[in-house]
């Protein structure tokens, strides 16, 4: 069966499955139904790239405001330590090797998931995207960012046949700062002032050509805050992703936002800026909420999609010198599954719901999105491709959870670890050995405690065993069969 056939044909049943199979509860059909649900993420931004989590010059007011309003989760976990797996888990609660998603750039999210837009989009919510997408290729007639080609169909999955009524995305990367030219600095595909070659997609092949000037934290809110007001006029509740650049490279700031940073080098001044007018845009969507009334039943979901580029980390030659990002204490960076590569600012305000502020230091990571709103809304999904590697946070918001009742796995590039409430065993040779660290004693992961605790990395050698034995069945097809 042709792709295109198949993906209709797929689309077809699940929308037939989720709407017999997608039940609310009789307490929660009149009033979580409406809940909107926002889902913000910066690209690369560190653990400690942040006032709340203790930077000292980077200036996060809004996202500051944001940790004093809600839950500020001290060991939040990205799927993965680069962004693409991230992202596929976000939408999918599923670990993106289960669906071939390994690395940035490979793969893409596939037609038999079904992802959080889907679901919701099923029962009455207005979705949109706003951002990187980094999920697949948007065109196949034009060249565009890193795999679009013409006649290329073999990635094409973009997000308007993933569930999204409303789009405002790139493929990949782009500069912070007019995202649509190259940059100066760097060693890029393009020639400085020339077009960047990665562009903003609306719906199938259609291009942005408007309004892409200036800082791209604030062109992306344009479009996520049009698509609110409307969602609000409508009366209708809104499944929002916000997904930034930055600050990813290429790494820009106008000077507006390098000037907060005049007694810092150039570097670091675009590199701290271009976080300051990304926390601006969050201060903004805040305000517009309460301006339209709709905050109080809005949760606003904050995080990174991996630690920090740059000083070995980055990709590109100019990495070492504007990526100025900080773990905090945390070991490794971008492209490791030591702490600073996976452990990532996070926030969650909700303001029917959390009335105060709170830190938990319970592990969570983001393929707990899903089943945590779905498990909010009271949605039960009985065809979903299964197993679902995320846990409800629900108890956790509700101030009933104590610890994680089950570990998180992760695998990336020959590395592998599994973090539960205390322990983390850590491979970098595929599996053959294993490291092992108490993150209550040592969070920075400076004191290898694998001979004097034996039994303990027996025990979390079997659980990842399990799992990964999981993810192989997961490879070959056999989540999709039910």
Known sequence: MARTNRRTFIKSISAASLALSSTFTSQSSTSNVTTNIILCMADDLGWGDTGFNGHPVIKTPHLDRMAQDGICFKRFYAAAPVCSPTRASCLTGRHPIRMEIYGANSGHIKDEEINLAEVLKSRGYRTGHFGKWHLGTLTTKVHDSNRGEPGNTEHYAPPWDHGFDACFSTEAKVPTWDPMITPEHGNWKTKPGEPFGTHYW???????????????????????????????????????????????????????????????????????????????????????????????????????????????????????????????????????????????????????????????DIPCVTSDYYPTILDILGIEMNNQPAPIDGISLKLLIDKTMKKRPRPIAFEFNNQMSLVDNRYKIYSNDGGKSFELYDLIEDPSEST???????????????????????????????????
């Open 202 to 360: 609306t719906g199938p092949e259609q291009k942005a050509a408007e309004n892409l000037k200036g800082d791209d934290s604030r062109i992306i809110m344009d479009r996520a805050i049009a698509f609110i007001r409307d969602s609000a006029k409508q009366k209708k509740p809104f499944f929002t992703v916000i997904w930034f650049h930055a600050p990813h490279s290429p790494v820009l700031a106008g000077e507006k936002y390098r000037t907060l940073y005049h007694d810092v080098d150039e570097n670091k001044q675009h590199y701290y800026g271009c976080i300051s007018a990304l926390d601006e845009q969050i201060g903004r969507l805040r305000n517009e909420l309460n301006d339209l009334n709709v905050a109080e039943n809005t949760m606003i979901w904050f995080c990174s999609d991996n630690g920090p580029a740059g000083k070995g980390g980055g990709v590109h030659q100019e990495a070492g010198a504007r990526q100025q990002g900080s773990t905090g204490s945390y070991r490794g960076r971008k492209g490791s599954l030591y702490e600073g590569g996976v452990r990532v600012p996070s926030l969650l305000v909700w303001p029917s719901r959390i009335k105060q502020k709170r830190t938990t």
């Open 448 to 482: 290898n405690l694998r001979d004097e605790k034996p039994e303990q990395v027996k025990k979390m050698t079997k659980q990842i065993d399990v799992w990964r034995d999981s993810c192989r069945k997961s490879k070959n097809g056999e989540d999709y069969n039910n």
